[in-house]
């Protein structure tokens, strides 16, 4: 196969966005009076908002106030990602470093239409 381009998800593959949502997470719990139960954060990895809404109600039962509990986890998600950088994952500058020596052309982001 000859492949002239690469196209990449960065939520979770090229950024590390799973451990700081954990982490946050996990402070959400804290601040909601919520144990944090790691088997049931780690079942909701990958998958959509109902997922996860459907995944975290079945692991915490029916006492969760899953409102609650979501908007202290998107408020402080969004705290920090707007004030700190997510890590890059491990081997991602390397990656990216051997596809310009390809020359591989990096991806561009949609120009804005004209209204």
């Known amino acids: 196969m000859n492949f002239h381009a690469a196209i990449f998800?960065?939520?979770g593959l090229l950024l590390d966005t799973e451990r700081v949502c954990m982490s946050i997470?996990?402070?959400?719990?804290?601040?909601q009076?919520?144990?944090f139960l790691e088997d049931v954060y780690l079942s909701?990895?990958?998958r959509n908002s109902a997922g996860i809404e459907q995944t975290l109600r079945e692991g915490y039962g029916p006492s969760l106030d899953y409102?609650?509990?979501h908007n202290?986890?998107?408020v402080r998600y969004n705290a920090v990602v707007k004030h700190h950088?997510?890590?890059v994952k491990t081997g991602v500058v390397e990656l990216l470093q051997w596809l310009?020596?390809?020359a591989y052309q990096p991806p561009l982001p949609p120009r804005p239409t004209k209204t």
Request: hydrophobic residues 45%.
């Open 9 to 11: 998800d960065m939520d």
């Open 25 to 31: 997470f996990k402070q959400a719990c804290e601040a």
């Open 33 to 35: 009076n919520v144990p």
């Open 44 to 46: 909701i990895i990958g």
């Open 67 to 69: 409102p609650a509990l």
């Open 72 to 74: 202290e986890w998107r």
């Open 85 to 87: 950088a997510i890590p």
């Open 100 to 102: 310009k020596d390809q």
